[in-house]
């Protein structure tokens, strides 16, 4: 069974930072895109940053040049650096990985459960 953890959320000031971190654990064989996505109440989840494996990015063009996001393949982990934080950044956070597991033939995407930001003074 493969799970997704998400730590690092909490309360920031605007202008601020924080890194979150989303570590999979479960019978991994390999881990294609990987990715964050956030969703506000009543509204459709969308993308806000995505890395493959060959270590390709793509921003949502809200958080180009204030977020960054990487990956620590040995450790099945990717994290999202985040900077110059806004207001409008308050909402929860979600990662997304498409897992092949050990004796399967093909990939399949999962969540982690979300992890609260909140940007306010």
């Known amino acids: 069974q493969v799970q997704l953890v998400e730590s690092g959320g909490g309360l920031v000031q605007p202008g601020g930072s924080l890194r979150l971190s989303c570590a999979a654990s479960?019978?991994?064989?390999?881990?294609?895109?990987m990715g964050w996505y956030r969703q506000a109440p009543g509204k459709q989840r969308e993308l806000v940053a995505i890395i493959t494996s060959s270590g390709a990015t793509n921003y949502a063009d809200s958080v180009k040049g204030r977020f960054t996001i990487s990956r620590d393949n040995a450790k099945n982990t990717v994290s999202l650096r985040m900077s110059s934080l806004k207001p409008e950044d308050t909402v929860v956070y979600y990662c997304?990985?498409?897992?092949?597991?050990?004796?399967?033939?093909?990939?399949?995407?999962?969540w982690g459960r979300g992890t609260q930001v909140t940007v306010s003074s």
């Open positions: 479960g019978s991994i064989f390999s881990i294609n895109t």
């Open positions: 997304n990985e498409y897992i092949r597991e050990t004796g399967q033939s093909s990939y399949k995407g999962y």
